[in-house]
């Protein structure tokens, strides 16, 4: 099993009161992998990313899809090395590709406040 595909079912068993609909990527390019639905009836998607260091890599398609779509938008990110989690906003992915995940403020960097920032998207 793929990396991201492991950190798919951590995602679906640890976060809860949100619908997923797993996006297959050959379907259209740059599209998250993620479409989310809250109890607040908004839609907001969500690309997974694993990386073993500080870098994130996206291809120009997802970036695109992340600068065209800054709103309702997030990156999840897992690292390996820690065993943790980070959350950003899609508006941060030029910054994430540029820069990595290490000089970025996440939005939250534990299951329980990604499951917060999820639940209360408008």
């Known amino acids: 099993m793929k990396k991201e595909s492991k950190f798919w ?3 679906k068993n640890k976060i809860k009161d949100i ?7 050959w379907a259209s390019a740059g ?13 907001f998607t969500c690309e997974l990313k694993v990386t073993s260091n500080n870098s994130v890599r996206f291809s ?4 695109s899809f992340h600068v065209q779509h800054p709103k309702n ?13 980070k959350l950003y906003e899609g508006s941060s992915v030029l910054d994430l590709h540029n820069l990595g995940h290490g000089p970025c403020a996440p939005l939250a ?6 499951q917060e920032t999820f639940v209360n998207v408008t």
């Open 9 to 11: 079912l951590q995602v």
């Open 31 to 43: 599209v998250p992998d993620l479409l989310c639905y809250n109890k607040n009836n908004k839609f």
């Open 73 to 85: 938008s997030f990156i999840l990110i897992f690292l390996e090395r820690h065993r943790s989690i």
């Open 19 to 25: 619908s997923f609909t797993r996006l297959e990527s």
């Open 109 to 114: 960097d534990s299951w329980i406040k990604v």
């Open 60 to 63: 120009p398609h997802q970036i």
